[in-house]
């Protein structure tokens, strides 16, 4: 009789090892359950983005506007008859910036 309850208490070890600790354990699926969440919020980030791209691009190829302002912002262009005006900031000097404080 000693040696079966040995038996059942050395298995039910093993089996408690398994369920906490080993392979395939409570803390690995809770691991995995938020490996899989982060990668999900990643995800729709990613495809948010993707869409955003695809919209851009698509109005690149059909439209005069996105190419538009691309050439005024980046290349500074501007339409024949339009006068262009830049403002030009003061650099601000470490005492201006401890004042504003």
Request: aromatic residues 6%.
């Amino acid at each position: 009789m000693r040696w079966l309850i040995v038996l059942l208490l050395g298995l039910l070890g093993a089996l408690q090892y398994s369920l906490w600790i080993g392979t395939g354990s409570l803390a690995d699926v809770h691991r995995l359950h938020l490996s899989v969440a982060k990668q999900t919020r990643e995800n729709a980030r990613l495809s948010e983005r993707n869409k955003a791209l695809e919209a851009e691009v698509r109005d690149l190829k059909h439209g005069f506007a996105a190419i538009e302002e691309r050439a005024r912002t980046e290349l500074g262009m501007i339409k024949q008859g339009e006068t262009f005006y830049q403002v030009v900031e003061e650099p601000q000097t470490q005492q201006k910036k401890d004042n504003r404080k």
